[in-house]
């Protein structure tokens, strides 16, 4: 695939995440966003915590990656064995469920709606990611795998891996909002 074909997919992919976040759940208030279908499962706003946590590495990292590769043509694109793994661990359509780090652990407090405002700017920072790159060779400039800063992944992979990540929790969030509406209300006594 080329890098122009790739670049577009995920700028088609970002804006439609944007969108998705502006109608399904900026407007509702900051209860149902707290709401946890159990115990065990992320709130809507505990999903939106977990993505940020990992934007603050992975957009500083592909910023000074961008920043740093080398000019060129619109390339095809070239996966690594890491890259590949990565997409597909982190892909929707992969149902199985996937441990994460106790660092990007949402906390456990009441959050708010700041949650859903900051990850709305990292997708406006995404955007110019992908804008920037688009000159740019991905497949050679690398960015270090945040659990393991000796295992690389390409701008390429790593732009994608942030956007399936972010695609596979929206259904998440969006899952827990399912769940709210199905229960019943629990009276107090």
């Known amino acids: 695939m080329k890098t122009t074909t790739l670049l577009h997919q995920l700028k088609d992919q970002t804006q439609t995440i944007i969108r998705d976040v502006e109608t399904k ?3 509702l208030p900051e209860a149902q966003l707290n709401f946890k279908p159990t115990s065990e499962k992320w709130s809507v706003l505990e999903c939106f915590e977990h993505l940020n946590l990992y934007s603050q590495y992975y957009l500083t990292a ?4 961008i920043n740093n590769a080398a000019q060129t043509q619109p390339q095809e694109v070239k996966y690594t064995w890491i890259g590949k793994k990565s997409i597909a661990m982190m892909h929707p359509s992969n149902t199985k469920k996937q441990k994460t780090f106790k660092k990007m652990i949402p906390s456990k407090s009441k959050l708010t ?12 920072r995404i955007l110019r990611m992908i804008e920037k790159a688009s000159s740019l060779n991905i497949s050679k400039a690398v960015v270090p795998v945040e659990f393991f800063k ?7 992979e790593t732009l994608e891996f942030v956007i399936v990540h972010e695609q596979r929790h ?17 009276l107090a006594i």
């Open 113 to 124: 709606t700041d949650v859903l405002a900051t990850f709305l700017n990292d997708q406006q």
């Open 170 to 186: 929206l259904i998440q969030a969006e899952n827990a909002l399912v769940h709210k509406s199905s229960s019943q209300p629990i």
């Open 150 to 156: 000796l295992l690389k992944m390409n701008i390429a």
């Open 62 to 65: 592909l910023e000074t990656a």
């Open 25 to 27: 759940f900026k407007s």
